[in-house]
């Protein structure tokens, strides 16, 4: 069993930077591919970035790359999102997830966090 607390959220102006993080409990989240999604209002939840349990393999959005990017410490049991260049385009709510692989992760999350909510203002 894995939960996950997402924090850093809030409100910022475009070109800015905000760094989200993602605390875990549980032993087994090193055994996890963790990532990133968000749900912008009226719009499906939509895949940002994950990254394996080593770390080594990642992926990202096109909307994103170049722009965000994911990390782990897995003796921290912590995910991070840096997102820089930010466009009012990001505003939505980000939520943390964990699943088997990055590509289960996509289709069969195992666990969610609660959200945090990014604004970006023009």
């Known amino acids: 069993q894995v939960q996950l607390v997402e924090s850093g959220g809030g409100l910022v102006q475009a070109g800015g930077s905000l760094r989200l993080s993602c605390a875990a409990t549980?032993?087994?989240?090193?055994?996890?591919?963790m990532g990133w999604f968000r749900q912008a209002p009226g719009k499906e939840r939509e895949f940002v970035a994950a990254?394996?349990?080593?770390?080594?393999?990642?992926d990202y959005a096109d909307s994103v790359k170049g722009r965000f990017i994911i990390s782990r410490d897995n003796a921290m049991r912590t995910m991070l999102l840096q997102m820089n260049s930010l466009k009012p385009e990001d505003t939505a709510v980000y939520y943390c997830?964990?699943?088997?692989?990055?590509?289960?992760?996509?289709?069969?999350?195992?666990?969610w966090g609660q959200g945090t909510q990014v604004i970006v203002s023009s």
């Open positions: 997830a964990a699943g088997i692989t990055i590509a289960a992760l996509k289709t069969e999350t195992k666990y």
């Open positions: 549980g032993r087994a989240f090193s055994s996890y591919a």
């Open positions: 990254i394996n349990w080593s770390g080594y393999v990642i």
